[in-house]
């Protein structure tokens, strides 16, 4: 089923990234990838609603969705292995390994089932545990996410910039502007290109490893996507996504048996940090329609 919602973010709706990052209890979980920083919080008594970001960022970039969901849900943020207050990534990391730490964090958390939402790293995470685990999830978020194996284009891309992330020891100066470039849509908006500035405070090795492994490495995921039988699945689309167009996104979403399709018009790489409210507003439709539960 494919929607169109419009836009309805202003800027000076948007909340401060770093406010509800203060607020919300901050725990270290024990993982084969280093220890992993989660915050945790919401309702504690209502069902479990945890977000996977981006390649390159932590978990701020879900402030919106925070702050939306927090009154009906327990929340969990993750800040992936080699991001954030997270350990250093120092070891490959393939989208199955993705996968199978979630599942760590949510065994450790002593969370039986929940409501995965990730957007591209976490979303490949989240479609896989999806697959393997299904008794795991309760739905999955899919927001800007793909299925296919890297293209030609990013391959060439790309592959000189890991290349050099490997040699720094800071983060460099072009790696904001080439982040901007990949994740913005074809009007980029000022405040979220200067929210995309936190990725200068990233470790360049651990963005590497990253890369090279999610991004650069990854297989063809498509088998695997169509194993998900048993979990409701919405994907969620911007048709200015300048890393996984698309084409890529419509691809992942028939893979899926009877999955959700929705197309965000003016949207970019960063659906939930770019366009909020409409993202907020799919999930919620979402939910409602596909979980009949007290919960929801």
Request: proline share 7%; net charge negative.
């Amino acid at each position: 089923m494919t929607q169109s919602i419009q836009p309805q973010v202003r800027t000076s709706e948007r909340s401060d990234p770093e406010a509800w990052l203060a607020a919300m209890p901050r725990r270290t979980v024990g993982t084969k990838f280093g220890d992993i920083v989660v915050r945790t919080g919401g309702n504690e008594s209502k069902s479990v609603m945890v977000f996977w970001p981006s390649l390159l960022l932590d978990s701020s970039m879900w402030s919106h969705q925070v702050e939306h969901f927090a009154p009906d849900y327990r929340i969990v943020t993750i800040d992936p292995p080699g991001i954030g207050e997270s350990a250093p990534l120092r070891q490959a990391m393939t989208v199955g390994d993705s996968a199978a730490c979630f599942r760590q964090i949510l065994d450790s958390l002593g969370i039986e089932s929940c409501i995965a939402v990730g957007n591209s790293w976490g979303s490949l995470a989240a479609a896989v545990l999806a697959a393997d685990h299904p008794e795991r999830l309760d739905a999955a978020i899919l927001t800007n996410g793909t299925a296919a194996p890297p293209t030609p284009e990013i391959l060439a891309q790309m592959t000189g910039m890991v290349a050099e992330l490997e040699k720094c020891k800071t983060a460099p100066d072009w790696l904001l502007a080439a982040t901007q470039q990949a994740f913005s849509a074809d009007v980029p908006d000022p405040e979220f290109m200067a929210y995309l500035g936190r990725v200068l405070r990233e470790d360049p090795i651990s963005i590497a490893f990253g890369m090279k492994n999610i991004l650069l490495g990854r297989e063809d995921l498509h088998p695997t996507m169509r194993r998900i039988r048993d979990v409701p699945v919405l994907v969620v689309a911007g048709d200015q996504d300048h890393v996984f167009d698309v084409a890529q996104s419509r691809s992942l979403a028939a893979s899926i048996e009877g999955c959700d399709f929705v197309l965000l018009p003016n949207t970019g790489h960063l659906a939930p940090r770019q366009n909020p409210k409409a993202v907020n507003a799919a999930i919620d439709a979402f939910l409602t329609a596909r979980l009949k539960n007290e919960d929801t």
